[in-house]
Every structure is written in structure tokens, then in C-alpha cells.
């Protein structure tokens, strides 16, 4: 094996715990498709540093930024992203070259006493920052207090549990929350799935486009084993699905911060999409649900989505919500 073959490759990722688990997991993937080793290069991005609410600082890239701009500087050769997080916009000289198959797309509620979210008393403090979560919260459970809520998942729990300790201070994270909403499957990553009160059921609590799912990206010049290995990873249902809930935000000109839960799986050679839009002060609604045969289209995913984003602008989207799609 040639110097070049053994050098191992380097795989860009966030630092936190989550950003390292999902990486691992995806770094192996590629060692055992390529019989080279993949080493994890973490990246400090602006929404780790920053303490400021997603909603305030424009959610929309703040975690793949400085990420995206190691790989195109050619310090890491592939990086990881929660594809929740990002952009609907293609980005020049980068492509996403493997979707793995998705995890469990829910939310979970996590509580201090072990009660579901129908269960909380009013007035308890659930803390969460997805303005989409704080739409679906207010609608749900008015009489609850939403409480804005940064940190990695650690620290969310802790402020729950009481069971963490700050990465700053070394000092016990106080329990001043009576619950948390956070992916399921950031906690079956870090291997937390113990600490779930209640999975929210999809039906009635849809999640972020794409809420699950990772976005494996490489330089749009990449070749040879490397992308041979994402080649492979990549998972045909996942993409279709992701990129038609991924659609309906570009559609509508939403943002990743938007209050806007969309799901879409492939079932019986057909496509099921469905999406709502959520008002962030009142948590009103619209809601819409297209099925389309893959086979009657060349493009089923966006098909699909400009089916439901025309119908969710019908019923008054734009006005419930700040979009920037128009009927």
C-alpha cells in the first residue's frame, strides 16, 4: 500500500459529544468500506460559541459554516452534518454525497418526574430553542412556561435531571426545568435513549426536514475510494424522503429556524409527504398531505413538496408565519 493509500482520511465534525458519536459512527462506515483510517478533525462553529437563541442569530447554517469552509480549505476530506441543520441551498464546489439511512425522526420528551407532556402541571418550565417546538408547545399545552434553552444535550438534560457538569465550570448543572424536547436520535447516539420520558408521535408533533437523517459532504472534485465508500453508504429511501421535506422548506423560503414540522417516508413504491406551519406566538396551524407514485415522475421529491407547498400558501401559511414563498 502506497503512502498516499495508508494516509488516513480526514473527517471534519462539530465538536460536541453528539457532533463525535454520529461522526464515529460514520468515520467507521468509511474505514471499512476503504481499509483506511479515518481520523475525526473537530471544527468550532458560531453556533457553539455563541449564546445567543437560534431563532436571534438566523438558525439557517450557523452550525456548518466554518465546517463547510475546513473542507473547502482541504483541512479535512469529508465532513458530518445533522441534516436538519442544513441549508437547503447547494453549496459551490460541495456536494452531499451520502445520506445513511435515517434514525428515528421523532422528538422526545425528557422530564423530571417521568410524566408525558399531556401529564406536566401547568406552569412547568420546558425548556427548548426550535422556534418550531415553541409553536407546537403552545398549542398543545398553553398554560406551560417555554423557556429558552442552548447547550449540547448534556447540558439540556442535566437542566432537567440535574446530572450533568458544565465543560466551563466543572460545577453540577442546576435542575431548574421540569422538562426538555430534544431528537430522539441525538439521545440514541450519545446513549441516552434512558432517559426518555415520551417519543412524540409524528402525526401529530412533526419534526424538522430532515430531523434524524446526516448529510455525509466532500469537496464536488473527490474520487476515487472515498467516494466509492459514500457511494455505497448512501441509503436511496432516505434521500428521496429527506430531499421532499427539504424541498417544502426551500419552497416556502422558511429557513431551518422556521416553525414548520415536515415528514415524508416511501411506502408501496409511493411517496407520502406531509407538512404544517405553525404560527410562533399563537401556535395555529395549516397542514397539508400529498401522496405521489414514484413512478409517474422523474422528480418525486419535488413534485411532492410543490404539491403541499402550494396547498399550505392557500390556506394562509404566509400569514401565520414569516415565509418567503407567496401563492
Known amino acids: 500500500m502506497s503512502g498516499a493509500e495508508s494516509a488516513p482520511i480526514r473527517l471534519g465534525t462539530r465538536g460536541s459529544a453528539l457532533a463525535l458519536a454520529q461522526s464515529q459512527r460514520v468515520a467507521d462506515s468509511i474505514a471499512a468500506r476503504t481499509g483506511q483510517p479515518v481520523e475525526l478533525v473537530p471544527i468550532t462553529t458560531h453556533g457553539d460559541t455563541s449564546t445567543a437563541s437560534l431563532a436571534s442569530m438566523g438558525g439557517v447554517g450557523v452550525f456548518v459554516a466554518a465546517v463547510r469552509e475546513a473542507l473547502l480549505a482541504g483541512d479535512c476530506d469529508v465532513v458530518v452534518h445533522s441534516l436538519k441543520d442544513l441549508p437547503t441551498t447547494p453549496h459551490d ?41 415553541r409553536a407546537q408547545l403552545r398549542r398543545r399545552r398553553p398554560e406551560l412556561e417555554i423557556v429558552d434553552l442552548r447547550g449540547n444535550v448534556d447540558t439540556r438534560i442535566g437542566r432537567v435531571l440535574g446530572d450533568a457538569v458544565s465543560a466551563k465550570t466543572g460545577a453540577v448543572i442546576d435542575a431548574d426545568l421540569d422538562a426538555v424536547v430534544l431528537a430522539a436520535a441525538g439521545l440514541e447516539r450519545i446513549g441516552r435513549e434512558d432517559v426518555i ?131
Open 93 to 133: 464546489g460541495l456536494v452531499i454525497a451520502a445520506m445513511p439511512k435515517r434514525a428515528d425522526a421523532r422528538d422526545a420528551l425528557v422530564s423530571r418526574d417521568a410524566v408525558t407532556l399531556d401529564q406536566l402541571p401547568d406552569g412547568a418550565k420546558v425548556g427548548t430553542g426550535s422556534p418550531r417546538r
Open 197 to 327: 420520558t415520551e417519543h412524540l408521535g409524528i402525526d401529530g408533533w412533526p419534526t424538522a426536514p430532515g430531523q434524524g437523517a446526516l448529510a455525509v459532504e466532500t469537496r464536488a472534485d473527490a474520487r476515487g475510494p472515498l467516494r466509492s465508500a459514500l457511494k455505497s453508504m448512501d441509503h436511496t429511501a432516505t434521500r428521496v424522503a429527506v430531499d421532499a421535506e427539504r424541498a417544502v422548506l426551500r419552497l416556502l423560503e422558511a429557513g431551518c429556524s422556521a416553525p414548520l414540522g415536515a415528514h415524508a417516508f416511501i411506502d408501496g413504491g409511493m411517496l407520502f409527504l406531509s407538512a404544517r406551519v405553525y404560527s410562533p406566538e399563537t401556535g395555529e396551524r395549516v397542514s397539508s398531505a400529498h401522496a405521489l407514485y414514484l413512478e409517474d415522475t422523474k422528480t418525486p421529491a419535488e413534485d411532492a413538496a410543490q404539491r403541499v407547498v402550494d396547498d399550505l400558501l392557500k390556506q394562509g401559511a404566509a400569514d401565520l408565519a414569516p415565509l418567503g414563498g407567496t401563492p
